[in-house]
């Protein structure tokens, strides 16, 4: 995201002011987490000079850092075709809705333990059906900790019972020091006895006659 507000030959040549703005804003929804989309694209001076350049990106990221991603959604799919025409952008257009949307989903899924498919679709302006096709997929590949109740149409986040995990590592843990310990006061036990495990005595002895010979 640096660049500076001289396009120094660029302009109009590869890249206006105005695509510079619709690139770094699809850009940044499709990679970057919510604090960098902020600090990358409202907090930089020069960026913001290339936002004003096209407002209805402002108007997606604002809509996008409120959690208000139906908004963002139905803004992406009104300009389509405008990006559609752009030769630079069309070819990743879909991949770039697409993971935008997929962001948006983990997101708002985030502070929930569980939520009803059909509310998630509705907060996306997506039917049932998509909404729960995303959500597995998301699932499958990980981003989304969880598992849909296709009966009940529920997305629940899998419990994490923390206690439980700190309880096992504990327990591992002391049985390894437990045993360490067992080893020492075997050792000390023989050393009290004065019990010392000496090598074999051919062993022995070949050493005295090497060493005589030399």
Known sequence: MKIGKVLQGWDRKVASPSDIAIYGTLCALATFERRQVKVALLESETFT??????PYMRDIIDA???SKFRTVLALLERYSARHLLDNLLNSHVKTLVKLIKDRALVLYFGPF???RLESLAEAFGLTTEETE?????LIQDGSIR????SHNKILKAKDLDHRTEL???ATKTGKEIAAA???LLYRLRLQEADVVVKAPKTIHMENI????AM
């Open 49 to 54: 000079y290339y936002l004003e350049q096209e």
């Open 64 to 66: 996008y850092l409120a």
């Open 113 to 115: 333990s569980s939520i």
């Open 133 to 137: 096709k995303n959500v597995v997929s």
């Open 146 to 149: 969880g598992r849909v109740d």
């Open 167 to 169: 309880f096992l590592r």
């Open 181 to 183: 310990n067992r080893k």
């Open 209 to 212: 006659n090497y060493g005589s």
